[in-house]
């Protein structure tokens, strides 16, 4: 019997598009998305050394600006899948230009994101803040803006390697933007080594200077010589208006579905924060503890949208198929395992929150905490297979029906049973996360029955080559 284990393990592990495949282009894409989710964790933790009224500005004003950011750069990063498609039907001359037209989109969406300095008041008077936190809110702002284009530009950059399989020089660049980061937060903030003290407008300009590190770094290493002369990294440059409008076709949905899904889960925080104190404190420290569990699954998406566009794009929709069958068995067993934890031991979990803070204060908390981590352990199974399942689609190119289904069913699942039940009905916190599981549910349904459907083997982003359509 554990031979005929071992032996399958074996056969999984090896074969094309299987375990080690999956792996091997995850796990970079794994620890950059890790080290964003560090460098946001230091971010914050500078800033609530510096003052409180700092901390309480950042994290309303980063959340708002990267659902804004968020849909210039799921339009631009989509590249991702045209790279994937070209490098699959052998048209490696099709690669910079490609990546090219991404960055035309990141250009234009810099300047949009730019213009928000000038409303910037605008925004925040209607926000509503108390004084001292909106001047902070402001000025945070106009480094977030002004530096918009570097997050969304690297996106594009990065298709270029992602697509192609080869994640590590994402890895470096994410690692020396992070690190830099951490540094000239703290050097910054502080005003450390004879530079004037900065506050909340320090954390702005370090990640501005970090940012464009990380994409001067791989647009350096993308114009290499050799890279030029294999993918046209360079001279790929000029504006292609059919490759340009195709990337936009597919790729602002993608772009609305990934700020739309920000939104939605915003608006359900800011519902339950409605609650009270306690609800709103137990919710966050559930997400801060789901976040850290969650974010290798972004990784994995990623993955998934190469291995899947690389198959189409050589036709081989089997292969697309064992890819995503692939990361969906790797993403369940990783996912399962920590949504058992969840349930069985969540004092664990929440015991570096616990350990400064005042026993008798902490106690609601905490047992409201540990009622959500329940949740959340049947949110984060539902949301690994969601993930998975949503990325083969868009690696086929099927970004319009995961945009349609994302606005459906967060207004019809989330966002309305949530309001109803806390503002109609007053039902609580159970309630609100219940709502959330319905919508969790409903996502992972209509993924699963559209991915089925089988519609998407048969789809590509990318254009015919001259030759077959003269033909």
């Not at 530079?195 to 300009?205: D, F, S």
């Not at 030029?228 to 340009?244: E, H, Q, V």
């Amino acid at each position: 019997m554990l031979n005929k284990v071992t032996s399958f393990f074996k056969k999984r592990w090896s074969r094309e598009n299987g375990y080690k495949q999956v792996l091997v282009i995850a796990f970079p894409l794994i620890l950059s998305t890790g080290s964003w989710s560090i460098q946001q964790f230091v971010d914050r933790m500078y800033l609530s050394w510096y003052s409180p009224d700092a901390l309480a500005a950042a994290v309303p004003t980063g959340l708002l600006s990267f659902t804004i950011v968020s849909f210039f750069l799921g339009t631009s990063g989509y590249a991702n899948t045209f790279v994937a498609q070209y490098i699959g039907a052998g048209r490696s001359e099709r690669v910079g230009p490609a990546m090219w037209q991404g960055i035309y989109i990141a250009i234009i969406g810099g300047l949009v994101v730019a213009s928000t300095v000038f409303i910037a008041d605008l925004i925040f008077d209607f926000v509503g803040h108390d004084p001292a936190v909106k001047a902070l809110e402001k000025e945070y702002w106009k480094y977030l803006a002004i530096g918009g284009f570097f997050p969304i530009g690297k996106a594009a950059v990065s298709s270029f390697f992602n697509g192609r399989g080869k994640t590590y020089p994402v890895l470096w660049a994410s690692l020396v933007g992070m690190s830099i980061n951490v540094v000239l937060n703290y050097i910054l903030i502080f005003g450390k080594l004879g530079l004037p003290e900065m506050g909340i407008g320090g954390a702005g300009l370090a990640t501005i200077i970090s940012e464009l590190c990380s994409f001067i770094m791989l647009l350096y290493m993308a114009l290499s010589g050799n890279n030029n002369a294999k993918f046209k990294t360079i001279s790929g440059y000029r504006f292609d208006k059919l490759l340009f409008f195709r990337l936009i076709k597919f790729g602002i949905p993608n772009g609305v579905q990934f700020s739309l899904d920000i939104l939605a889960f915003s608006i359900f925080i800011l519902l339950i924060g409605r609650l009270g104190t306690p609800e709103l404190a137990a919710s966050n420290i559930a997400l801060n503890i789901s976040m850290l569990s969650f974010m290798p699954m972004i990784g994995m998406g990623i993955t998934v949208s190469i291995l899947v566009g690389q198959s189409l794009g050589g036709n081989r929709p089997d292969m697309a198929k064992r890819a995503t069958f692939s990361a969906l068995q790797m993403a369940s067993f990783y996912m399962g395992s920590i949504a058992f934890l969840y349930v069985i031991v969540p004092q664990l979990f929440i015991y570096p929150f616990s350990a400064q803070a005042d026993l008798v204060e902490f106690q609601e908390i905490k047992i409201l905490a540990i009622t959500v981590l329940k949740f959340l352990a049947a949110w984060t199974l539902l949301d690994s297979v969601a993930i998975v399942i949503s990325s083969a689609l868009k690696g086929a190119g099927d970004t319009r029906f995961i945009m349609f289904a994302m606005v459906g069913i967060s207004i019809t699942f989330l966002i309305l049973p949530t309001y109803i039940a806390l503002e109609v009905f007053d039902l609580g916190l159970t309630a609100a996360w219940s709502a959330g599981l319905a919508y969790m549910i409903s996502l992972a349904v209509a993924y699963g029955l559209r991915y089925k459907m089988g519609k998407w083997t048969s789809m590509k982003v990318i254009e015919q080559p001259s030759s077959l359509i003269e033909g």
